[in-house]
């Protein structure tokens, strides 16, 4: 199976999207900050992704035995079926509280706008 070689990763304050689930408390928004959906640039939330970066494939397996890819001080295992980064390190740290991963696929050439 081929996996995409290359995400965007956009971390958003996942606050702000959980606060507008009916009932969401603090525990709420904090209970799953690695967690991710495919993101559109419009659909990441008020405020936006406060940092983002592209990814690619290291050719490497994490630890959670989904492929690893890493770039721009990210290091991210993600399940190329269901788009779900399973497991991310932020500048050698894990995910702060309070906010959570995005992710796109990104096109061959996308680079070329960068």
Known sequence: MSHPQSYEILLV????????AEGATVDDAERD????DAAEPDDVGPG???RSAVVSATGETG????????GEGIVADIDPET??????LVD????????SARIREREAGADADR
């Open 63 to 70: 630890a959670s035995g989904y492929p690893r890819y890493s």
């Open 92 to 99: 050698g740290a894990e995910l702060s509280f309070g906010l």
């Open 83 to 88: 788009h779900t980064v399973e497991a991310l």
């Open 13 to 20: 304050p996942s606050i702000a999207e959980d606060a507008t």
């Open 48 to 50: 936006g992704a406060v």
């Open 33 to 36: 900050t690695a967690e991710s």
